[in-house]
């Protein structure tokens, strides 16, 4: 199993900035990808951004340009520098990390419990 610990999280004002991070632990032979997702009440999940092994990143339109996913594959973190953030930035966000226990094994999607994220105006 992975197990995904989330920090980080928090109340700031628009404008403001906040840093997340997520590490993994536990039977992990290699993460193709690592990402943060986040979902507002009464609304879908959807991708604030992911990044892969290789280093290659992905950002939804909304946050480009603000936010910044990076990662420790040494350590399995992955973090998100979240800038000039807006009230429509506040969410609970979800660490998602895709992993293999072994070579052969098949993949693992691994969740978070989630941050809040608030963002006032």
């Known amino acids: 199993q992975v197990q995904l610990m989330e920090s980080g999280g928090g109340l700031v004002q628009a404008g403001g900035s906040l840093r997340l991070s997520c590490a993994a632990s536990?039977?992990?032979?290699?993460?193709?990808?690592m990402g943060w997702y986040r979902q507002a009440p009464g609304k879908q999940r959807e991708l604030v951004a992911s990044i892969f092994s290789d280093g290659r990143t992905n950002y939804a339109d909304f946050v480009k340009d603000r936010f910044t996913i990076s990662r420790d594959s040494a350590k399995n973190t992955v973090y998100l520098q979240m800038n000039s953030l807006k009230p429509e930035d506040t969410a609970v966000y979800l660490c998602n990390v895709v992993s293999y226990r072994t070579m052969l094994s098949t993949r693992t999607d691994s969740w978070g419990q989630g941050t809040q994220v608030t963002v006032s105006s």
């Open positions: 536990g039977s992990i032979f290699r993460i193709p990808s």
